[in-house]
C-alpha cells in the first residue's frame, strides 16, 4: 500500500548489548543456598522551552518528588502481609543475587551488570518521573534561554560525595567532558557533544551551550553517573566508585560479592533506610530462585515470566516488574534483498505475526502486543496505532497476491540472538502462522557473540530477531542510538529522506503540538516501511521476598534502592 493510503487507513546473555532477557536466568546447575566468601581487600524557531521536556525559559524548575510507579497488570508488587507495614523501618542488609559480576570500569556506560548498584553509588543531575518529566536531584532548578540553547543548572548545596569533599560545579563539567571521550565508550557520547560549551561561573552553576534546541537532552542526565573527580583514577581501575549516592562502595571480590554501606551524611535527610546491600553473584537461575526461597537472599534479578506469575502468587513474595519500557523483542528485515525489498512482503509478514499469542504463550502475559516502538508513557506513544498490525492472516495473504506472490508464496531466512529462547520461540509462532499464506521462514539460532558480530556489521541478509532498547526516553533518541533504528546506517539498510527529515525535526522541536504531529507522521512512515516489528516490551523485574519495601526503578530499568527497608 502506499504511503498516502496507509495514512488514510489510520486513525554471556541479557548482558550482551541488552540482547536477552530471561536468558538472565538461565537454567544452569548448582541451587545450593549461597555460603559467606572471604573477601579481598533543521533549527527550530526561537520558541518557548519544550513542555515535554524542559520547564518554560526563564522559570525554575521547583524541586519536587518523582511520581509514584502506576500499578499495572504486572507493572506493581503484590504485597504480602511484611509490605503493609505502616512505616519504614531503619537498619538491615539487603542481600540481592544476579547471574554475571559487575563491571565497575563501566560507570559512564548502560550497562546491564550494573543496573543493580549504579542509583546506589551514584546520583545524577536530573531522573525522570513515570511521565517522562524530569525531576531534581543533583540539580535543584534549572531554566532554558528563549531561544531554548541555553540550559542552566543551579546545583544543591551542601552535597558531599563519599570521601566528605563537596560537589560542586566543576565536577559536573568533568563528567560531561569525561563522557564526551571515544575511549570512555559512553552511550551517551552523542548527547554530551551536542553540547558545545560548558560554563562554571560559580562553585554552584553549570551553564551549557547547544548549536540548536535539544529537547532529549535530559535523557543523558538521567543516567550520567556524577563521579568524584579527584578518585576518578580508582574508579578506572575498578578499584571503588565514589559518588553522592546513598549508599558507599565497600568491599569487592571479583567474581564473588560487592558490599556496600549507608551514606551516612547523604542529603536527603533519614535516607537511605538500609544498613547495606550484599550484591551476590551466582552461578545459575534455578540457584538463585532456591536461595529466595529458602530466605538466604532477600531478591533475585529478572526471573522468567512463569516464575513472575507463580511468585505474585504467594504471599511470602513480591515481584517488581519495571513499566519503563526500556527493551522491546522485535524482528528486522534486510529490505535490500528479495523479497524483503518489496515493502508489501514485509508488511504481509507484519500482519502475519501474532503478537498476542507471543505474549500469552512465551511470556505467560508479562508483556504487551504491540506494533509501534514507542511505551505507554511516551510522547510518541498512539493508541490509535499501537495495534495497526493486530495478526490478519486474510490481509497478509492479500498483502502476497499484490506482490505478486500469491501463488509461488516467498523463502525467508530468520536468525535468532540464542541468547534470549523467548526470540525464537516468538520466530515460531510466526513461522507457523505464516505458513498457512505460503511465507516459509527457516529459524536459525546463533550464539550471542556471533550474532552480535553479524548484527553490528549490517550482515543480515534477510531476517532477524533481537531485544532492541532507548525507545522509552525522548522519541527520536530511539533513531539516534539504537542501532537498527538509526537513520544512517542500521542493520535493515533502510534509508528514506522522510525518515532523517522527520527525525532531525524531532530532535530540535520544543512545541508540544509541534512534537506530537512530528512524532505521529514519524510513527506513520516506520509502520508502512515495516522494516523493524516491535512485538512486546521486555520487562525487567525482580523477585523478592514480602520483608523488602520500598524498591523502584528508573527510567533506564535501574534498580533504586533509596526508599528501601526491611520489615
Known sequence: ???????????????????????????????????????????????????????????PVEAAKPAPAKAADHGADKPGPAQQAASPKRGGTLRVAQLSDVEPKRFHSITFVNYQIQYQVFDTLTRYDRDLKPQPELAESWTWSNDNRTLTFKLRQGVKFHTGRELDAEDVKFNLLRVKEERVASQMRPFANDIKDIQTPDRATVVLQFDEPRPAIFDMFESLAIADRETIGEAEEAQRWVGTGPFVWGQWTPGDRLTLTRNEAYWKPGLPYLDGITLQVVPDAPGALVNLEAGSVDLVVNPSEPDINRLQADSKFGVLVSEAGAQYY?????????????????????????????????????????????????????????????????????????????????????????????????????????????????????????????????????????????NNLYPTTLMVQAFPWRVAGNVSHFEHPDYARLVKAGQVATDSGEQKRIFRELTQLVLDESFMYPLSPQKNAWAHRATLNGADYVTFGMLSLRDAWLA
Open 1 to 59: 500500500m502506499s504511503q498516502a493510503a496507509f495514512a488514510r487507513r489510520m486513525t554471556r546473555r541479557r548482558w550482551l548489548a541488552l540482547a536477552s532477557g530471561t536468558a538472565v536466568l538461565a537454567l544452569g546447575g548448582a541451587c545450593a543456598p549461597i555460603a559467606t566468601p572471604s573477601p579481598t581487600a533543521p533549527p527550530a524557531k526561537p520558541t518557548a522551552a519544550s513542555p515535554t521536556q524542559a520547564p518554560a525559559a526563564g522559570k
Open 330 to 470: 522485535s524482528f528486522g528485515a534486510n529490505v535490500t534483498n528479495a523479497p524483503l525489498d518489496n515493502k508489501k512482503v514485509r508488511q504481509a509478514i507484519n500482519f502475519g505475526i501474532d503478537r498476542k499469542r507471543f505474549v500469552d504463550a512465551v511470556l505467560a502475559g508479562v508483556g504487551e502486543p504491540t506494533s509501534i516502538p514507542w511505551p505507554k508513557h511516551s510522547p510518541a506513544y498512539d493508541p490509535e496505532l499501537a495495534n495497526f498490525y493486530a495478526f490478519d492472516l486474510e490481509k497478509s495473504r492479500r498483502l502476497l497476491e499484490e506482490a505478486g506472490f500469491g501463488a509461488s508464496g516467498v523463502d525467508v531466512t530468520l536468525i535468532a540472538n540464542g541468547g534470549n529462547r523467548n526470540l525464537a520461540k516468538a520466530a515460531q509462532i510466526a513461522q507457523a502462522d505464516l505458513a498457512k499464506v505460503n511465507v516459509r521462514i527457516k529459524i536459525e539460532e546463533q550464539e550471542p557473540a556471533t550474532f552480535q558480530q553479524v548484527f553490528t556489521g549490517r550482515q543480515m541478509q534477510q531476517m532477524w530477531a533481537n531485544i532492541f532498547g532507548f
